[in-house]
């Protein structure tokens, strides 16, 4: 199995935006459960984003309204737009297939994400 790769993050100031890319690969991809996840220092990994192969979005409490999760199943890739950047938004960021109780694949070097003036 080749395991998603992530890409996108950056350095970026308060209320600005960035969109994360998650490339992915096999045949039945359109079928899987996607989520992007965050880690920041200290602090557990959180799932902020998920959606299914239908396309039916979640988020967490935290991030919704300003965070926008899609997919392009032409492309095999996840996206998550980031808008309204908080600090508390610096972390890293990851992808991961949650079709099942566990995340498919280990995890992988992620995406920096740093909001900062």
């Known amino acids: 199995q080749v395991q998603p790769v992530e890409s996108g993050g950056g350095l970026v100031q308060p209320g600005g935006s960035l969109r994360l890319s998650c490339a992915a690969s096999g045949s039945i991809f359109r079928l899987r459960y996607w989520g992007w996840y965050r880690q920041a220092p200290g602090k557990q990994r959180e799932l902020v984003a998920s959606?299914?192969?239908?396309?039916?979005?979640n988020y967490a409490g935290s991030v919704k309204g300003r965070f926008t999760i899609s997919r392009d199943n032409t492309k095999n890739t996840v996206y998550l737009q980031m808008n309204s950047l908080k600090p508390e938004d610096a972390a890293v960021y990851y992808c991961?297939?949650?079709?099942?109780?566990?995340?498919?694949?280990?995890w992988g070097q992620g995406t920096q994400v740093t909001v900062s003036s």
């Open positions: 991961n297939d949650r079709s099942g109780l566990a995340p498919r694949y280990d």
């Open positions: 959606i299914t192969g239908g396309g039916t979005t």
